[in-house]
C-alpha cells in the first residue's frame, strides 16, 4: 500500500523533530539572532531546485553555470531552512528571499547545509573504482597553488576537514629522505 505524499511529508517532520533526522540549528553570521534550522531535502525537493537552476536562459559557459549554481544554492536553502519553532514552516520564502542575504551568510548556511548532509551519509560507496581512481589522480596532480576564491576556499575546507585523519595515518616520506631515515635491521 503506497503512502500519500501527506503522510511521506508528516512522517519526516516527525523523524526530524524525534532527532532522528538531523536537523542543524544555525545563525546568520551577520546577526546572530536570527536563527532557524536546517532540514535535509527530499530527493523530489532536490530535483526541482535542479529544475529551476536549469531553466536559467544562459551561455553555456563557466558564467552560465556559476549563475545556475548560485540560483540552485538559494532554492536548497530556501527550501531546507525552517523556523525553529515549527518546522513544517518555511523560513524564507523562496530563493529570492535567501539571495538578498549578503554573501557570506549564504556561504555559511550553505556549508552548515552541506556538512549536515555529509553528516547524515559519510560515505565513498557512492564513487565507483574508476572514479575514485580518477579523484586521487586529480589531487596529486592538480596545481593547488593556482586555486583562488571559490576554489581555494572549497579546497582550504575540504584540506580542514581531514587534516586530523592524514596526521594520524603513517604516509611514507620523500624518496630523497627515506634511506636516511629507515632503520637498518
Do not use: C
Amino acid at each position: 500500500m503506497a503512502r500519500s505524499a501527506e503522510e511521506v511529508r508528516q512522517k519526516r517532520i516527525e523523524k526530524i523533530r524525534a532527532g532522528q533526522m538531523a536537523g542543524e540549528p544555525v545563525a546568520l553570521l551577520s546577526d546572530p539572532e536570527e536563527r532557524m534550522i536546517l532540514v535535509p531535502l527530499t530527493q523530489n525537493e532536490l530535483m526541482n531546485t535542479l529544475s529551476m537552476a536549469a531553466l536559467l536562459m544562459l551561455e553555456d559557459n563557466m558564467a552560465g553555470q556559476a549563475a545556475r549554481d548560485e540560483l540552485q544554492r538559494t532554492e536548497i536553502l530556501a527550501v531546507s531552512a525552517r523556523e525553529s519553532s515549527d518546522l513544517e514552516k518555511r523560513y524564507y520564502q523562496d530563493g529570492k528571499a535567501v539571495g538578498e542575504l549578503e554573501a557570506h551568510d549564504i556561504n555559511h548556511l550553505f556549508d552548515t547545509y552541506l556538512e549536515m548532509v555529509a553528516e547524515q551519509n559519510p560515505s565513498i560507496m557512492g564513487l565507483s573504482e574508476e572514479d575514485f581512481d580518477d579523484l586521487k589522480k586529480a589531487l596529486q596532480t592538480m596545481r593547488w597553488a593556482e586555486l583562488s576564491g571559490p576554489q581555494w576556499y572549497a579546497a582550504q575546507r575540504f584540506l580542514n576537514s581531514i587534516r586530523s585523519v592524514l596526521l594520524t595515518v603513517n604516509v611514507p616520506g620523500s624518496s630523497s629522505t627515506k634511506p636516511s631515515t629507515e632503520s637498518k635491521s
